[in-house]
């Protein structure tokens, strides 16, 4: 039985009868005109408010995104004006420190040359001085030698003469 009726429902919903059509089309244009005057239009203003916002926020998005493009683009110009400079400050130190390295070097050079040529020159006159001494030292040594040796055979003018050809002999044997 229960299959009899289901069978009998579904063909009379199969079966389509003018009636149910009219008003199955009027209350469907009915329901569609109370939707299109109280639901479609908030909804529909709703969407378009909608639509806006998204819009607007995706302008907003390619707004930023191309404002951060471009201080992305500055910044690297900065970054790249930045490098520059420093390179050129890097170089002009190593430079300075060259050039001072240079200056320092030729300054004690000299510095060391005039050490030297001073220590050189007073070396010589302490050596002449030395030899003065020395000098000295050996006519007196010669003259009292002389003079114990020979005690009175040799007058005074004699010795000198004597003393001062021993003492150029030793010097030019010494030079």
Do not use: C
């Amino acid at each position: 039985m229960l299959t009899s009726g289901v069978i009998l429902l579904a063909g009379s919903l199969l079966s389509p009868e003018p009636g149910l059509i009219f008003w199955t089309a009027i209350t469907f244009i009915l329901v569609m005109l109370i939707l299109k005057k109280i639901a479609w239009g908030p909804i529909i203003t709703a969407l378009q408010d909608r639509e806006k916002g998204i819009q607007s926020s995706i302008d907003r998005a390619h707004q930023a995104k191309d404002e951060s493009e471009a201080i992305l683009r500055k910044n690297r110009e900065l970054l790249s004006k930045a490098d520059a400079e420093s390179d050129r400050i890097l170089r002009e130190g190593k430079d300075y420190a060259e050039k001072l390295r240079a200056d320092i070097t030729e300054k004690a050079q000299s510095e060391a040359k005039k050490m030297i040529a001073s220590a050189k020159d007073e070396i010589e006159q302490e050596k002449r001085r030395a030899l003065d001494v020395l000098r000295n030292e050996v006519a007196d040594l010669a003259v009292k030698g002389a003079e114990k040796i020979i005690k009175t055979a040799l007058d005074a003018d004699m010795q000198k003469k004597i003393v001062n050809s021993m003492i150029q002999d030793f010097s030019t044997k010494r030079n």
